[in-house]
C-alpha cells in the first residue's frame, strides 16, 4: 500500500512539526484540531517556522509556498477516509488517546495504519478500545521533528507483521528517517534514557554542584550534545517531562523515576519551558533563547 496521504490529529508542538515534516516529503496532509482556533495558531506556527528557515538560506519562498499547499486543515473526522495513514499527537492523556484511536477505528478503512506519537503510554491499551487492534502501532517522532532523523516504531501486543513493516517503509523509504523497532514499555527507548538524564542534571543542580547553564554546557560542549539537559527539557516542556517521570515511576516503581523537587516547583509555578517563555532559560515568542 502506497501511502499517499496523512492524517494529523493535534496541531500542537509536535503535531506542527510531523504536518511540515510530511508535506516537506511531498505528502499531503490533513491536519484535525479541536477549534478553528487552535488550527489557525497551528498554521500560524509552521508559517513562522517555514520564514526561519527561509532567514537561514535553507528554504526558497517557491519551497514554502508547496511545503502550505499540501497542508489541508480541517475540524471532522471524515475529512480523513481518504488518507492511508492516521497519527495522533494530542496530549499525553491516555483516556483522551483512546477516544481518537477509537473514533478513527470506527471511520477508517480496515487497511488504514492508525498510529500514536505516544512517548510514554501503553500501545497495547490505546488499541484495546479498537474493533482492529493489529493495525494499531506507535510512531514516536522525536522534538524538533524536521531535524531528528529517528522514529521509534513502537508495537503493541496485537499489531500485526503486515502493520509493522508497512510502517517502517514508510519511516524508511518514503520520509527517510531512521526506524528503530521498540516493543512496547513504558518511555521505551528515547523517553525512558533522555528522561533518566534530566532527572539526574536536576539532582546535580539541587545539590549545588554547578549552575544550570554550566551544566548544560558542560554537555553540550563535552560530549557534542546538540543542547544541554535544561534547554532539553525547556524545549519538551518541562510538564511534559514531569508526566513522563511521574508515568515510569509508577509503572517501574524504582526511585531513579521519581521526578526532581525543583522540576515539580517549576511546573507548578508555571514555569514550562519554551511554550510559557520561561523554565530554566528566558525565550521570546519565537522560542529563541533570550
Not at 251 to 279: N, Q
Request: aromatic share 8%; glycine share 8%; proline share 2%.
Amino acid at each position: 500500500m502506497a501511502i499517499k496521504k496523512v492524517g494529523v490529529i493535534g496541531a500542537g508542538t509536535m503535531g506542527q512539526g510531523i504536518a511540515e515534516m510530511l508535506a516537506s516529503k511531498g505528502l499531503d496532509v490533513y491536519v484535525i484540531e479541536s477549534s478553528e482556533e487552535r488550527l489557525t495558531y497551528g498554521m500560524q506556527m509552521i508559517e513562522l517556522n517555514l520564514d526561519k528557515q527561509i532567514e537561514k538560506w535553507a528554504l526558497t519562498q517557491a519551497e514554502k509556498k508547496l511545503i502550505l499547499n499540501r497542508i489541508h486543515t480541517c475540524t471532522s473526522y471524515e475529512d480523513l477516509t481518504s488518507c492511508e495513514l492516521v497519527i495522533e499527537s494530542i496530549t499525553e492523556d491516555l483516556e483522551s488517546k483512546k477516544q481518537v484511536i477509537k473514533k478513527l477505528d470506527e471511520i477508517c478503512d480496515d487497511n488504514v495504519i492508525i498510529a500514536s506519537n505516544t512517548s510514554t503510554l501503553s500501545l497495547t491499551e490505546l488499541a484495546s478500545v479498537t474493533v482492529h487492534p493489529e493495525r494499531v502501532i506507535g510512531l514516536h517522532f522525536i522534538y524538533p521533528v524536521s531535524k531528528i532523523d529517528l522514529v521509534e516504531i513502537v508495537r503493541g501486543l496485537k499489531t500485526s507483521d503486515a502493520t509493522f513493516d508497512a510502517t517502517k517503509e514508510f519511516v524508511d523509504e518514503v520520509i527517510q528517517k531512521k526506524g528503530i523497532m521498540v516493543f512496547e514499555s513504558p518511555g521505551f527507548v528515547t523517553t525512558r534514557l533522555i528522561c533518566l538524564f534530566i532527572n539526574e542534571a536536576l539532582h546535580v543542580l539541587e545539590e549545588g554542584v554547578a549552575s544550570a547553564e554550566d551544566i548544560d554546557n558542560a554537555m553540550r560542549i563535552g560530549y557534542s550534545f546538540q543542547s544541554g539537559p535544561f534547554e532539553m527539557a525547556d524545549r519538551f516542556g518541562l510538564d511534559s517531562v514531569l508526566a513522563a517521570l511521574d508515568r515510569m515511576f509508577r509503572e517501574y516503581g524504582e526511585l531513579k523515576y521519581r521526578p526532581s523537587i525543583v522540576l515539580k516547583k517549576m511546573v507548578r509555578g508555571g514555569h514550562l519551558g519554551v511554550k510559557s517563555g520561561v523554565g530554566f532559560f528566558k525565550y521570546d515568542k519565537d522560542g529563541d533563547r533570550i
